[in-house]
């Protein structure tokens, strides 16, 4: 309506003026109607208009359109109006020539200056069917983007959430399978997007559950393997006793001997049970104050037969005489002893064992190394994983069972201190972890 509107007003805008040049000539107003008739055309022809040019006594000078021979030289019966544009003002309104016209107009009333005093009025009348023709054609135009656009974004949609959909029934389907125990399962994934890291993070899931399940599995055959054994030389001892194949005399030999195996699995079970209590939290830390070094000496008179027996150089490197440090004795005391095991353990004939402290800041650094077999990078990767056990303690000591690296990790980990280890061919192997230092 606004765009109509104005282009009615800037032709009646160039009507008035060609009619002012022309006035201004003295021409008469037969030969000034003329003239501004081409424009006047053209103007009807554009926007089916009916143009009128009224006079100062409100009677039609010149008619354009289908009603000129109704009311040309009649007077209108609007003076109202007439008088207001004649009076220099420009009007735009959709009602007051009802009875001049079939169908409701849109009415610009423009008044035309001669010699600088307004002489007629200028009115143009476009039918309202025709601007309610051209909102009709937008609205359609609108109606046919949308409808193009909403197809082409559902269809964007269906593919969009038909390429979204199929990898999470994928994973829905590889979840449920490892749910099931299906650790092999894995998911096809394509792209960088959210969905793409999902299945990465759940195919990552699923390696990890199958390692742990691999060593849970090879956990419980040794477990069989290494219960079965004092098992077995507990109840042919006992059954030889007492069927009378051992004599009197040597009772007291396999006695010892069946009370060190039962020794053995007790050792076993408490492993078990200690660590198990450890991971669900129900062993709390009590911390206190207490010496490092005397534990490590104490500890170290444990192994005197096996330092004699491999005949080991064993070397005792404090930085100072007493370290005084804050944390839970007992447990710590089992993490010494579990490292010192294993040092002793895999050392080698006349080899040698290092057990070092360095005061660094408000931290104590306990280094237990030995020499030996060198750890494999794989292997230090998952010496402190749960249910592992390597392949190198198999035969090298029938006492564990694989778990005393575990219960060092988790009590590190409650004391939230560091633990390592660094192992190179050609060097000894090196354990160390951190306390706090009083």
Wanted: no cysteine; hydrophobic share 40%; aromatic share 8%.
């Amino acid at each position: 309506m606004d765009y109509t509107e104005n282009i009615m007003i800037k032709q009646a805008e160039l009507i008035a003026t060609e009619y002012r040049e022309v006035g201004e000539m003295h021409q008469s107003i037969s030969a000034t109607l003329e003239r501004v008739a081409l424009r006047v055309k053209v103007l009807d022809s554009y926007l089916d208009a009916t143009t009128w040019i009224v006079g100062k006594d409100y009677k039609m000078q010149m008619a354009s359109g289908k009603e000129e021979s109704i009311i040309l030289d009649r007077k209108l019966a609007n003076p109202e109006v007439i008088q207001k544009v004649l009076e220099g003002n420009i009007i735009s309104q959709q009602t007051g020539f009802e009875q001049y016209f079939t169908t409701p107009v849109l009415t610009i009333g423009y008044p035309i200056e001669i010699a600088g005093n307004v002489e007629f009025a200028l009115f143009i009348h476009t039918p309202m069917p025709q601007i309610l023709t051209l909102i009709d054609e937008v609205r359609s135009i609108l109606a046919q983007a949308v409808l193009i656009t909403t197809s082409i974004i559902l269809v964007l949609v269906y593919f969009t959430s038909k390429r979204m959909s199929k990898p999470l029934k994928e994973m829905n389907q590889v979840a449920k399978k490892i749910a099931n125990g299906d650790f092999a399962k894995r998911i096809d994934v394509d792209g960088v997007d959210e969905i793409a890291q999902l299945g990465e993070s759940l195919n990552y899931m699923a390696e990890e559950l199958d390692k742990i399940d691999s060593n849970r599995k090879a956990f419980i055959a040794n477990v069989s393997h290494d219960m079965r054994s004092p098992l077995t030389s507990i109840s042919g001892f006992v059954t030889a006793i007492l069927d009378g194949t051992i004599p009197d005399e040597k009772h007291d030999k396999y006695l010892r001997i069946v009370l060190n195996e039962s020794q053995r699995m007790i050792k076993m079970t408490n492993d078990i049970l200690e660590l198990s209590r450890m991971e669900e939290g129900n062993l709390p830390l009590k911390k206190m104050e207490f010496n490092l070094h005397e534990m490590i000496r104490d500890l170290l008179d444990n192994f005197e037969h096996v330092t004699k027996e491999k005949e080991v150089n064993v070397n005792v490197l404090f930085d100072k005489k007493e370290q005084i440090v804050f944390a839970d004795p007992e447990k710590i005391a089992r993490v010494v002893q579990n490292l010192l095991d294993n040092a002793f353990k895999f050392v080698n004939n006349q080899g040698t064992i290092e057990i070092e402290t360095v005061a660094k800041q408000n931290k104590v650094w306990v280094y237990i190394r030995n020499s030996g077999p060198s750890i494999s990078k794989e292997d230090q990767k998952s010496i402190w994983e749960r249910f592992y056990k390597s392949d190198l303690s198999r035969g090298k000591d029938k006492t564990g069972m694989g778990i005393g690296l575990v219960i060092v990790k988790e009590t590190m980990r409650q004391h939230n201190e560091e633990l390592g280890i660094i192992s190179n061919e050609g060097e000894l192997v090196n354990f160390y972890f951190t306390l706090s230092k009083v």
